[in-house]
T-cell receptor, first 114, second 112 residues
Framework: SQTIHQWPATLVQPVGSPLSLECTVEGTSNPNLYWYRQAAGRGLQLLFYSVGIGQISSEVPQNLSASRPQDRQFILSSKKLLLSDSGFYLC?????????????FGPGTRLTVL | GEDVEQSLFLSVREGDSSVINCTYTDSSSTYLYWYKQEPGAGLQLLTYIFSNMDMKQDQRLTVLLNKKDKHLSLRIADTQTGDSAIYFCAERESGGYQKVTFGIGTKLQVIP
């Protein structure tokens, strides 16, 4: 069966510090991978998606970057965090088929930037 | 661009029916979804409907789709306290990599 892991679960970082959040998927090959941010009162915002190793598309300009060094690994990074980067970060995966293409979400990382 | 709108909050009494509404803008959407998020957790797919359907029923859940008005609703019959969560409406575009756009989420509060 497929599982998705995210770590850490919670993180408190000072403004200006770097960030690295990791997401890994097990039990599937060549998934589409996504990073979302859920900020208070702003719903779910798609930050990045990837259809393959080294292929990253950014949905919105921001202080963050993403990388996919391996097929089932997706990393969200920042060189210098801003206060506005606080939020709940969710990784998700899906496999494109001629079907309803469910997205499967990880447990999330709660990031607080102080 | 795609846009999905939902009300922020809904409060119902246990045993009553809940109806959560959503409007979307992309008329070429292929699938529309309802995801559920329990506190502090990720989202889970609750149900979905293909764009050529008007209604889908799954146990206590009924999804209604009005393509003309681009309106989607989720009805939960006999709402239970365990249904308290945030419900996200989402649409999947037909082209490109079939991006899914989520609404802001409706927080359902069930009062015992």
């Amino acid at each position: 069966s497929q599982t998705i892991h995210q770590w850490p679960a919670t993180l408190v970082q000072p403004v200006g510090s770097p960030l690295s959040l990791e997401c890994t998927v097990e039990g599937t090959s060549n998934p589409n991978l996504y990073w979302y941010r859920q900020a208070a009162g702003r719903g779910l915002q798609l930050l990045f998606y990837s259809v393959g190793i080294g292929q990253i598309s950014s949905e919105v300009p921001q202080n963050l970057s993403a990388s996919r060094p391996q097929d089932r690994q997706f990393i969200l990074s920042s060189k210098k965090l801003l206060l506005s980067d606080s939020g709940f970060y969710l990784c998700a995966w899906s496999v494109l088929r001629a079907s309803y293409n469910e997205q499967f979400f990880g447990p999330g990382t709660r990031l607080t930037v102080l | 661009g795609e846009d999905v709108e939902q009300s922020l909050f809904l409060s119902v009494r246990e045993g009553d029916s809940s109806v959560i509404n959503c409007t979307y803008t992309d008329s070429s959407s292929t699938y529309l979804y309802w995801y559920k998020q329990e506190p502090g957790a990720g989202l889970q797919l609750l149900t979905y409907i293909f764009s050529n359907m008007d209604m889908k029923q799954d146990q206590r859940l009924t999804v209604l789709l009005n393509k003309k008005d681009k309106h989607l609703s989720l009805r939960i019959a006999d709402t239970q306290t365990g249904d308290s969560a945030i419900y996200f409406c989402a649409e999947r575009e037909s082209g490109g990599y079939q991006k899914v756009t989520f609404g802001i989420g409706t927080k359902l509060q069930v009062i015992p």
